[in-house]
């Protein structure tokens, strides 16, 4: 691109200015302005520019005007304008185009797209430019050519005179008067210089032929002598009759043409042409039905076909018939009417290669309207529509590569199916040995393993969603819910952290539509991930939620949450690439915090997939405000689905009535998945029968009924979704329900499952939790007594300790907490906390002398493994201290690692010394 390009921006946020016109200097010369007006201004006081990117929403004159404006100037409307905008809403990208604007590009910019973009524009600048330039050189050589024509004509010596009706003649030209000796007619006495002066032969020609009884013109040879001069010459005269509006003859003009004069005109001519043949456009001259009389040498230069081959060829004898009709067609409405026709030909050339040709065709009207011939002159344009058609080929190009990335999307979705496979293993093995094992120190290191599990699982959704949002196959699953319910389940969701980071919390709720149809899974997996990005980067203050309405219609609601936090806050830099994949504020962040950078993305294509748009306000050192908007259909309140509070004990004990005595199939070909499922059944009550591969599916289920059957989807000799078919075709099991176990996660899976007959879908890994949830809907509430036998009452939990009750007052500390994150074990609850408590000291004093010994590292994971435990036992003020402490270790601030480790060794001392106290009261 060459550097004396200009390119004005105009946008009112000086950070996109200064971010634009660093990406656009590469092209030329960039003068950002900050409002509209500016933008006018100085384009009426400065030389224009080419290209102009343009903000939709500013103070004062907003984008749209502006544009208007400009393509209402007939000095500024070929500037193309291409608007870079945050309002990435269908309606504002409309009324851009509407207003003339050449393209349109949502913020955040994708700089890669947004160069490309530029350069189209700049291309195409440079090609009109150059078809300008091309066609003032051919009006000027149509006008130059005029030019010589008309100087032609006035050196033509035709002698052309006028009489009247009684044959006295009343004018000449210069030629006429000296041809035949006559002096200049004086109109205030015609009568002195008499037709008769000139020759009586033009006398005798009236007298044979009246003018009332021959209207039309007469041409005839007489010899004439020129007055005062005895030597004859033959002259050709054609005399044509001047008519009234009653048609009745007033006079005659005369044009008389010698033959010495008509050899010098054709001489004259010759050179013309030669002239014509010269030209650098090609030009071609048809007859009245088309036939070429004339073609220049730059015509046959440009086609390859010689004079021969092309004189007496019907024009467009070289059609590539990849001319549309409709070209045609508007040629020859045009030439009919006797107007003008500019358009363009794909023709070919004698070696057959094509051609591209811009023409311009007119009529050539005789003096009675007729049209005689035509004309043509063309350009070759095809190269500039070659460079064209490169920029469209680029343009398939990053098609490609969209392409590409969707199939990149793909793999990863297949990858995380063969990932999610042996993590099932892991996650449900990790969870049997934690149930069967009593020993502290295992206990310990198998959460660890948990919980590493289960933070790869979240990582392997994470990229699951990307994945299919740039496939192209996600969808939501929309349906009636509450917005202040959504907010609500998050602020439970969150209150642990939030209270572990001693933050306050604020969620004020205006008026909010009672319900909407929408995904409040994904709603709220926004929501949960915006808030918990704000507490993981609080470290005091406040975290607040708000949510309100923006636009509300009959059908529709537009809402807007805002989470606000008064964190570390983020730079203008770190806020403007926040919401792509894997990119997070700075790498020091990333160390200290944690993370992959994926939640922000996702939620970004989660907000856009909900017609709404996703950013942040934020100052370094003073908190962000992380707001998002989502456009969605209202819904009745009455469609909403009752959720009647049920706490964890009596949801399981629920779940144990249902399940003891009844008997479930379990299709599942993975020895270590048997296994796992096998445990979670079995614990809840249930008989349960396994079978390797689909075609033992369907033996059992021909041979037995079932409460319930479990489906993994792909098995060796006959897949899940072929086993379900057949138990549906006949059987015992024609009805009863069935539930896929795949690690396929996308939508479509599920869709599959369902049209083949099953009723719900389980991803892998398969969690507890959602496991029961699976029980609770499809298997039936009563059923009648199964080949099982009686049923067997439902087993209870661990019994509680006496000691519990006396550990309810101890501060900072949660002991309902601690017993749920037992499973309820309350012995093994308790003797978890004994030896917390007498094992304090000793971790007291291997922390001292790590940080005597400055072994940070060290102290780090003494602080870290006390940290866990404090969260495992529900001892959430030691918990709170310890992650503060934790913290200023990793930074390496020995002051506040003294502050911190005096508060946390205190709280620890006291809480070990409580509880020794009342376990052994």
């Not at 490609?400 to 449900?428: D, V």
Request: charged residues 20%.
């Amino acid at each position: 691109m060459a550097a004396t390009r200009h390119i004005l921006l105009v946008d009112d946020d000086s950070f996109h200015r200064r971010l634009l016109a660093r990406g656009l200097e590469k092209f030329g010369t960039v003068t950002a302005l900050e409002s509209g007006q500016a933008a006018l201004t100085a384009l009426a006081n400065a030389p224009l520019p080419d290209l102009i990117l343009l903000d939709a929403v500013m103070p004062g004159l907003d984008g749209f005007a502006v544009c208007q404006q400009l393509k209402g100037s007939v000095e500024w409307a070929a500037i193309p304008v291409i608007f870079v905008t945050s309002s990435s809403d269908q309606q504002s990208e409309t009324r851009a185009l509407a207003c003339g604007a050449a393209d349109f590009i949502s913020k955040p910019v994708n700089f890669a797209v947004l160069q490309a973009r530029v350069l189209t524009q700049l291309a195409l600048v440079d090609q009109r430019r150059s078809l300008e330039y091309a066609n003032r050189q051919l009006v000027e050589q149509v006008v130059q050519q005029q030019q010589w024509v008309d100087s032609l004509m006035s050196l033509v010596p035709d002698p052309i005179w006028f009489t009247n009706g009684h044959g006295q003649l009343t004018a000449a030209n210069r030629a006429a008067l000296t041809a035949f000796g006559l002096p200049m007619p004086d109109s205030q006495h015609p009568e002195d210089c008499p037709e008769s002066l000139i020759t009586t032969q033009l006398i005798r020609l009236n007298e044979q032929e009246p003018e009332a009884a021959n209207p039309h013109s007469q041409i005839g040879e007489f010899q004439a002598i020129k007055h005062g001069d005895s030597a004859p010459i033959i002259w050709e005269i054609e005399r044509t009759p001047l008519l009234d509006e009653q048609q009745q003859t007033t006079g005659h003009v005369a044009v008389a043409r010698n033959i010495l004069r008509r050899r010098q005109r054709q001489e004259r001519l010759r050179t013309l042409s030669l002239v014509v043949d010269q030209m650098p456009n090609a030009l071609i001259i048809t007859d009245a039905r088309g036939r070429i009389i004339y073609a220049n040498p730059a015509q046959l230069t440009i086609t390859g076909f010689s004079h021969a081959e092309t004189i007496g060829q019907q024009a467009g004898f070289n059609r590539s018939g990849k001319t549309p009709a409709s070209t045609y067609d508007s040629l020859w409405i045009e030439l009919r009417a006797g107007r003008p026709w500019t358009g363009r030909f794909v023709n070919r050339r004698k070696d057959g290669s094509e051609i591209i040709l811009a023409a311009y065709i007119a009529p050539v009207i005789d003096e009675h309207g007729g049209t005689t011939h035509y004309f043509a002159i063309e350009n070759d344009i095809t190269q500039a529509v070659r460079l064209q058609a490169d920029f469209s080929q680029a343009r398939l190009e990053k098609e490609a590569a969209e392409a590409a990335s969707q199939a990149k999307g793909r793999f990863l979705a297949n990858m995380s199916h063969e990932i999610r496979t042996p993590l099932n293993a892991i996650i449900g093995l990790t969870q049997l040995i934690l149930k069967e094992t009593q020993v502290p120190s295992t206990n310990q290191r198998l959460s660890k393993v948990a919980g590493a599990a289960d933070h790869l699982l979240n990582l392997i959704n994470n990229i699951l969603d990307i994945s299919k949002i740039e496939a192209g196959r996600y969808e939501l699953l929309p349906q009636p819910f509450s917005p202040a319910d959504i907010c609500r389940n998050v602020a439970a969701m969150m209150s642990e952290r939030l209270t572990a980071k001693h933050l306050h919390w604020f969620n004020p709720m205006s008026d909010l539509p009672p319900a909407l149809i929408g995904d409040p899974i994904r709603l709220t997996q926004i929501l949960v991930n915006l808030v918990g990005n704000a507490i993981k980067f609080t470290e005091q203050g406040s975290i607040s939620l708000l949510a309100h309405v923006v636009a509300d219609s009959d059908t529709h609601c537009q809402l807007r949450f805002v989470v606000q936090d008064t964190g570390i806050g983020l730079t203008p830099e770190q806020g403007a690439s926040l919401f792509q994949a894997f990119e997070q504020g700075d790498a020091s962040t990333t160390r200290k915090y944690g993370g992959t950078g994926l939640g922000l993305y996702i939620s970004r294509q989660f907000v856009r997939l909900m017609g709404g748009d996703i950013g942040v306000q934020s100052q370094p050192g003073r908190g962000s405000a992380f707001w998002f908007t989502v456009n969605l259909p209202k819904a009745r309140a009455d469609l909403l689905l009752p959720t009647p509070a049920e706490d964890s004990t009596t949801r399981l004990a629920n779940l144990h009535r249902r399940c003891v005595g009844r008997r479930i199939l379990v299709a599942e070909d993975q020895p270590i998945n048997q296994e796992v499922t096998l445990h979670l059944l079995q614990e809840l009550g249930l008989t349960v029968d396994l079978a390797d591969d689909g075609r033992a599916a369907v033996s059992a289920g021909m041979s037995r009924r079932y409460d319930l059957i479990l489906m993994d989807m792909q098995m060796p000799e006959m897949d899940g979704l072929t086993a379900c078919r057949h138990l549906r075709a006949s059987g015992p099991n024609q009805d009863t329900a069935i539930v896929a176990l795949t690690a396929n996660a996308f939508n479509e899976d599920r869709k599959v499952c369902l049209a083949a007959g099953m009723q719900d879908h389980l991803g892998k890994p398969l969690l507890p939790e959602k496991l029961h949830e699976a029980l609770l809907s499809w298997l039936p509430e009563a059923a009648v007594a199964s080949s099982a036998g009686q049923l067997d009452p439902a087993p209870t939990l661990a019994p509680a300790s006496d000691a519990l009750p006396h550990l309810q007052a101890i501060s900072g500390f949660d002991p309902d907490l601690g017993l749920k994150q037992m499973s309820g074990n309350a012995p093994l609850f308790l003797s978890l906390l004994g030896k917390f408590a007498h094992a304090h000291s000793k971790e007291i004093s291997r922390l001292r002398q790590a940080l005597q010994q400055g072994d940070l590292v060290q102290a780090g994971r003494l602080v870290h493994g006390i940290k866990g435990a404090a969260g495992t036992l529900g001892a959430e003020q030691l918990h709170a201290l310890a992650k503060i402490l934790e913290q200023s270790i990793k930074a390496g601030d020995l002051p506040s690692i003294n502050h911190a480790q005096s508060s946390f060794e205190h709280c620890l001392s006291e809480l070990a010394q409580t509880l020794a106290e009342r376990l052994d009261a």
